[in-house]
T-cell receptor, first 108, second 115 residues
Framework: AQTVTQSQPEMSVQEAETVTLSCTYDTSESDYYLFWYKQPPSRQMILVIRQEAYKQQNATENRFSVNFQKAAKSFSLKISDSQLGDAAMYFCAYGLVFGKGTKLTVNP | DTEVTQTPKHLVMGMTNKKSLKCEQHMGHRAMYWYKQKAKKPPELMFVYSYEKLSINESVPSRFSPECPNSSLLNLHLHALQPEDSALYLC??????????????FGPGTRLTVL
């Protein structure tokens, strides 16, 4: 069975700084997608970024990028130039399996 | 339209009430999902519909009864709930139920309180 592990329950970052959220997963499949979702307080869960496992190039979406290490089964999210609006719960997901989430606080 | 809508936004019900949650999407997606989410926890999968047929039931108690009347609509009927069922109920959809490739679009959720 697939598992997804987020080992950082909480993280904090200063506005304009960079932060990295960690995620590891376990699967026996060779082809799959991985996702980071963002859920701001009392707001809707939205997709931040998607990585396709067959692509060696790391996905980027504006200030969000991933470091995908397929052999190590690692999928971390880097947020550059952090903004107050980035404060949220971040969930790493593989298929229908979600990690426990990381609560990100952005300090002004 | 890239939106999943859910009604109502908030619901308070007694343990003897019967109520329903509604979810709608017009993206042509053929897989729809119900999740239960407690505060500061990840979503817990409850049910999955694929092409209007129930594909996954994660051993959810029978007081929760899902229904998929057509490819755009998903309902969750509630009856004789317990206070511990109070949570945020999220609906999501994806193009297909596609194993390792499910990119899901989430609705805003219904905040349910059971008294």
């Amino acid at each position: 069975a697939q598992t997804v592990t987020q080992s950082q329950p909480e993280m904090s970052v200063q506005e304009a700084e960079t932060v990295t959220l960690s995620c590891t997963y376990d699967t026996s499949e060779s082809d799959y997608y991985l996702f980071w979702y963002k859920q701001p307080p009392s707001r809707q869960m939205i997709l931040v970024i998607r990585q396709e496992a067959y692509k060696q190039q790391n996905a980027t979406e504006n200030r969000f990028s991933v470091n995908f290490q397929k052999a190590a089964k690692s999928f971390s999210l880097k947020i550059s130039d952090s903004q107050l609006g980035d404060a949220a719960m971040y969930f790493c997901a593989y298929g229908l399996v979600f990690g426990k989430g990381t609560k990100l606080t952005v300090n002004p | 339209d890239t939106e999943v809508t859910q009604t109502p936004k908030h619901l308070v019900m007694g343990m003897t009430n019967k109520k329903s949650l509604k979810c709608e999407q017009h993206m042509g997606h053929r897989a729809m999902y119900w999740y239960k989410q407690k505060a500061k926890k990840p979503p817990e999968l409850m049910f999955v519909y694929s092409y209007e047929k129930l594909s996954i039931n994660e051993s959810v108690p029978s007081r929760f009864s899902p229904e998929c009347p057509n490819s755009s609509l998903l309902n969750l009927h509630l009856h004789a709930l317990q206070p511990e069922d109070s949570a945020l109920y999220l609906c999501a959809s994806s193009q297909r139920l596609a194993g390792n490739y499910n990119e899901q679009f989430f609705g805003p959720g219904t905040r349910l309180t059971v008294l």
